[in-house]
T-cell receptor, first 109, second 112 residues
Framework: GAVVSQHPSWVICKSGTSVKIECRSL??????MFWYRQFPKQSLMLMAT?????????EQGVEKDKFLINHASLTLSTLTVTSAHPEDSSFYIC?????FGQGTRLTVV | QKEVEQNSGPLSVPEGAIASLNCTYS??????FFWYRQYSGKSPELIMF????GDKEDGRFTAQLNKASQYVSLLIRDSQPSDSATYLC????????????FGSGTRLQVQP
């Protein structure tokens, strides 16, 4: 089946720094990818829709200047968490079509 | 009212039994529905999807969709302890470029 690869699987960073997460579709082209965030014992919350060649669409309450999304090719979308703070610590997951990447556990210390 | 609702559980069944997971949705515009399994600390894994009324079977799994009642279910036959996980139901309008709307998930525990 289709495979979506996400990297890194986990990252620890200092407060105030930025972290980039990559999401790749390995055997298909994805003009649209989605970024979710999941806090412990909660369901997935859609953060934004990443559109190849155009601006991302952000959900209400998600700061577009803090969570930068770039979808420069048909197989790659990136999410950059800028000026990370401890409250940004979460599990970030990307998807393309109905398939999810492995997720990235972000811990901000 | 949430767009997709699931009982949080936990649903506990003995090994070998049938586990029945249920989901209701409020948006009649939703056309396709997906069931995912998520183990703790891992990302969701697609089990199956359904878009036509009736049943769809894949191995030990059967998805059921009733659009008139706005109800989706997943049956797991011969449940195994390895099936213990959180099961997420998701719906989507149309296809392709739209994000899935997820329920909060049902935790299933299969007792050995």
């Amino acid at each position: 089946g289709a495979v979506v690869s996400q990297h890194p699987s986990w990252v620890i960073c200092k407060s105030g720094t930025s972290v980039k997460i990559e999401c790749r579709s390995l055997d298909f082209q994805a003009t649209t990818m989605f970024w979710y965030r999941q806090f412990p014992k909660q369901s997935l919350m859609l953060m934004a829709t990443s559109n190849e060649g155009s601006k991302a669409t952000y959900e209400q309450g998600v700061e577009k200047d803090k969570f930068l999304i770039n979808h420069a090719s048909l197989t790659l979308s990136t999410l950059t968490v800028t000026s990370a703070h401890p409250e940004d610590s979460s599990f970030y997951i990307c998807s393309a079509q109905a398939f999810f990447g492995q997720g990235t556990r972000l811990t901000v210390v | 009212q949430k767009e997709v609702e699931q009982n949080s559980g936990p649903l506990s069944v003995p090994e070998g039994a049938i586990a029945s997971l249920n989901c209701t949705y409020s948006d009649r515009g939703s056309q396709s529905f997906f069931w995912y399994r998520q183990y703790s600390g891992k990302s969701p894994e697609l089990i199956m999807f359904i878009y036509s009324n009736g049943d769809k079977e894949d191995g030990r799994f059967t998805a059921q969709l009733n659009k008139a009642s706005q109800y989706v279910s997943l049956l797991i036959r011969d449940s195994q302890p390895s099936d213990s996980a959180t099961y997420l139901c998701a719906g989507v309008k149309g296809a392709g470029r739209r994000a899935l709307t997820f329920g909060s998930g049902t935790r299933l525990q299969v007792q050995p």
